[in-house]
């Protein structure tokens, strides 16, 4: 069996959402913190071994028993940015596994059947990111706010979470940018950086990412309609 | 004071929404349909003259009384293309008008704010878009599904609708269009096709496209969270 490990950046404090004192990872969703709807989704396989989440310094002090209730869980200390939080995590994914699938906190609502397509292909090799197709036409504009280009729509995906890679491709890819100094906001584009073929797998629209106060309301009718 | 029309394809079938006997302009959102919530977002603006809504055939056989109630709102038939029906509804905007609006019907949560912020630059003579920024890294990729760039997410926008344009800039684009046999999926692309700068104005995040039953669910939540 394939054996997966997970890593879960959550050490942003979710600047856009507003003021307040709920750091973002904890903000609640149906009466759950968004990084335990993140959990849930990967704990309830087998075949995930290990989960290592990035938390920032606030949150490590304080973490919450559901985060230590599962021995498969471990904490490590973000980073200032996604970037060294992955690699910091990356460090403490055991050389046992086979597979590391990067996935945000900030996304509480991917399916086990979008985690499955993830694993799927990197089990077989394969660097991927879960991605949907874009729905809104995209201009690409000028300092001005012209209008300079409108790439094909059909050629683009807006890119989800999670991204999975077969761990020894992502270890390589995160060494060669520590070496050079290199810190990446997206682990896709690193290994691709580097030469690796990076693929898109298909993700959900409803697995979206909670950026501001309105995505939250979103989610919520998302998850109600779900599960009713 | 600036003479304003608004044109409103709404002939699309809505195909994915899935089987079902209501066009899409005539889901109901929060208990109107969601024609009827971007026609009441235009009327409510003394500015706004004429509005021409370019409707499927069985729904302009069977216009509800609603449609009909406001004299500065006519119809037209639409076409198999969105850019037939902007043509069709182009053609039945008076001379008099100075700035033209195009905007879906598929897109019932546009704000006041956004149609000032498009008609004020349409005033001033500039082709505009609503847009947002892109929340999601976009991807290129190829035949296979492999990711071949990766653009800078921060020079991408995502259209939106209004559209707006000088009446002369507009109605120009559709004529050479037309003598050149190209049927445009985009107002915006045709203008800038013939040479016209087009820009960018302030969008909405929650001025969302229907195109999935899970949109409606979403814009139900958007619409409670904004009246409540």
């Not at 913190?33 to 075949?47: A, G, I, Q, T, W």
Request: some cysteine.
């Amino acid at each position: 069996m394939t054996r997966i490990a997970v890593i879960i950046p959550a050490g942003g404090s979710g600047s856009r959402m507003g003021p307040g004192a709920v750091p973002k990872p904890m903000l609640q969703l149906g009466g759950e913190p968004l990084l335990r709807h993140c959990l849930d989704r990967f704990l309830e396989r087998s075949d995930v071994r290990w989960v290592v989440v990035a938390l920032s310094q606030e949150l490590l002090e304080s973490a919450p028993a559901w985060l230590r209730s599962d021995p498969r869980v471990s904490t490590v200390a973000g980073g200032t940015e996604r970037g060294h939080s992955v690699r910091n995590a990356l460090a403490a994914v055991p050389a046992e596994a086979d597979v590391v699938l990067v996935h945000d906190a900030a996304r509480p609502l991917v399916s086990p059947a979008v985690i499955q397509r993830c694993v799927q292909a990197a089990a077989a090799g394969e660097s991927v990111v879960a991605a949907v197709p874009v729905v809104d036409t995209i201009q690409e504009v000028d300092d001005d706010g012209t209008i300079v280009a409108t790439p094909d729509r059909h050629r683009l995906r807006a890119a989800q979470t999670p991204q999975a890679f077969p761990a020894e491709a992502l270890r390589a890819a995160h060494q060669r940018a520590a070496a050079e100094g290199v810190v990446a906001t997206d682990d896709a584009g690193l290994v691709a950086r580097y030469g690796g073929r990076v693929s898109v797998v298909e993700g959900a629209p409803e697995n979206i990412k909670i950026t501001t106060p309105a995505d939250l309301v979103v989610a919520e009718a998302l998850l109600t309609c779900r599960t009713s």
